[in-house]
């Protein structure tokens, strides 16, 4: 076993957004903005302080136990992962977050959207529903396409991504959910001959 000893302390400035306040507990991260408010845990290993005049969080990872390598290495990868939230939580309340999908394919639709389910025609012979979480707002562009917006992007990636997940894109016609920008390298179909 590889025990090592660190007392370090590396400063992070992180820019807090206008009208964006943030309040400071030992375990938690309350982030409120002009779209709505969200929570982040935080380790006790975790240093977060707020600078006011400069209106930066400064945050500090501080390891100063007796730690194992992989111990160390397991606590970075986490503080890496905590400020990548903490930094997407403070633009998604303030700016939110789109992701546009849309439909491809002959007959493939969405047919309608109320009370938070979504109905589609994706090549089944039922119409498929899908519950959509309450923290996501659906926006129907057109009968093929679709705009899903939240302050947690977290939960809209996953929401994109378990749409999707009802009829992937073909490999060779490009058949079902597609996010508007994606850029898809079809198969050619084989020749008899």
Known sequence: MFVILLNMKK????KIPENVSVNISPNNIEIKG??????????????CELDIQKNILV???IKDTYLIKKQLS????????????????LKGVSNG?????KLVGVGYRFL????????MKVGFCNNISFKVPEEITI???????????????????QTAASLRSFRRPDAYKGKGFQYLSEVLVLKEVKKNG
């Open 59 to 61: 945050c500090s990872f």
């Open 112 to 119: 309608s959207y109320k009370e938070n389910v979504l109905v």
């Open 34 to 47: 002009k779209l709505g408010q969200l929570n982040l845990n935080k380790k006790e290993q975790f240093n």
């Open 11 to 14: 400063q992070l400035n992180i």
């Open 139 to 157: 926006f129907l562009e057109s009968p093929t396409q679709i705009t899903l917006f939240s302050i947690n992007y977290l939960l809209v990636k």
């Open 97 to 101: 977050f789109f992701i546009e999908l």
């Open 74 to 89: 397991y606590l970075t990868k986490q503080y890496v992962q905590f400020i990548t939230n903490l930094r997407t939580n």
